[in-house]
């Protein structure tokens, strides 16, 4: 059986927690407290990041190098679309999701709100919250405008790109930080989403300390 090394909320780690789900791969979840750099962690990589998967007698790091990896090894049910132009499009928006929206709202809110109290890195910097709570308006209106036009968020097939933003998130989600309210077209492909099979481990996740609000597993909100 695979083993991914993860923490909960990380939305990297819960992008292969979906690829994984969606594959039907079974894995056992072990948590990491990366922080700690534990010798053996740094053995698994190097780069002392989560997620790790073991997986074929490998140990694989980089979420998106994972799930490509998975995406060749075990292409059914495909999460990759076959056109050239399409698959840009898809590592374009993964890309947009672990870059753009990780900087400009994970970062800020969970990762303020979650991680420092976790990792004991002291209290929330209030500008960088104030900061992610503006910026993950501007990022629910380009998924409203990219939803107007398309049934997922890369065009007509759910993709490794529904996956990246949906770890991100659902992980916002957990500690009410989406107003699901601003874009009603995000919340409908959310909720189509998040009643996947594959969503199921996600939704069932409970982080010592912040208990998640009572919508969170609600698969109608
Ligand atoms: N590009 C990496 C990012 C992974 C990442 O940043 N993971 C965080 C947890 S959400 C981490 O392990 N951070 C530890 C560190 O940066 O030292 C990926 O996609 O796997």
């Given at each position: 059986m695979a083993t991914l090394y993860h923490v909960p909320l990380s939305p990297f780690c819960r992008k292969v927690r979906l690829s994984l789900a969606e594959k039907k791969i079974e894995v056992q979840l072990v948590d990491e407290?990366?922080?700690?750099?534990d010798p053996d962690f740094l053995r698994r990589n190097p780069a002392g990041k989560v997620p790790v998967l073991k997986i074929d007698n490998k140990t694989l790091s980089e979420s998106s190098a994972i799930c490509e990896y998975l995406e060749d090894?075990?292409?059914?049910?495909?999460?990759?679309?076959?056109?050239p132009g399409q698959r840009f499009e898809v590592r374009r928006l993964v890309a947009w999701f672990d870059d753009k929206f990780h900087h400009e709202v994970t970062k800020n809110l969970l990762y303020e709100r979650v991680n420092r109290k976790i990792e004991g890195s002291g209290y929330p910097v209030a500008a960088n919250v104030k900061s992610g709570a503006k910026a993950i308006k501007y990022h629910l209106d380009y998924m409203s405008w990219l939803l107007d036009n398309r049934r997922w968020l890369a065009g007509d097939s759910m993709t490794l790109a529904d996956f990246a933003a949906a770890a991100h998130l659902s992980s916002l989600d957990y500690i009410r930080d989406v107003d699901w309210n601003r874009a009603p077209a995000v919340k409908d492909w959310y909720a189509k989403i998040k009643s996947r099979p594959a969503f199921r481990s996600i939704l069932a996740d409970h982080v010592p300390g912040f208990p998640p609000p009572r919508h969170y597993a609600n698969l109608d909100f």
């Amino acid at each position: 059986m695979a083993t991914l090394y993860h923490v909960p909320l990380s939305p990297f780690c819960r992008k292969v927690r979906l690829s994984l789900a969606e594959k039907k791969i079974e894995v056992q979840l072990v948590d990491e407290r990366y922080w700690e750099k534990d010798p053996d962690f740094l053995r698994r990589n190097p780069a002392g990041k989560v997620p790790v998967l073991k997986i074929d007698n490998k140990t694989l790091s980089e979420s998106s190098a994972i799930c490509e990896y998975l995406e060749d090894r075990y292409p059914t049910p495909s999460l990759m679309p076959k056109g050239p132009g399409q698959r840009f499009e898809v590592r374009r928006l993964v890309a947009w999701f672990d870059d753009k929206f990780h900087h400009e709202v994970t970062k800020n809110l969970l990762y303020e709100r979650v991680n420092r109290k976790i990792e004991g890195s002291g209290y929330p910097v209030a500008a960088n919250v104030k900061s992610g709570a503006k910026a993950i308006k501007y990022h629910l209106d380009y998924m409203s405008w990219l939803l107007d036009n398309r049934r997922w968020l890369a065009g007509d097939s759910m993709t490794l790109a529904d996956f990246a933003a949906a770890a991100h998130l659902s992980s916002l989600d957990y500690i009410r930080d989406v107003d699901w309210n601003r874009a009603p077209a995000v919340k409908d492909w959310y909720a189509k989403i998040k009643s996947r099979p594959a969503f199921r481990s996600i939704l069932a996740d409970h982080v010592p300390g912040f208990p998640p609000p009572r919508h969170y597993a609600n698969l109608d909100f």
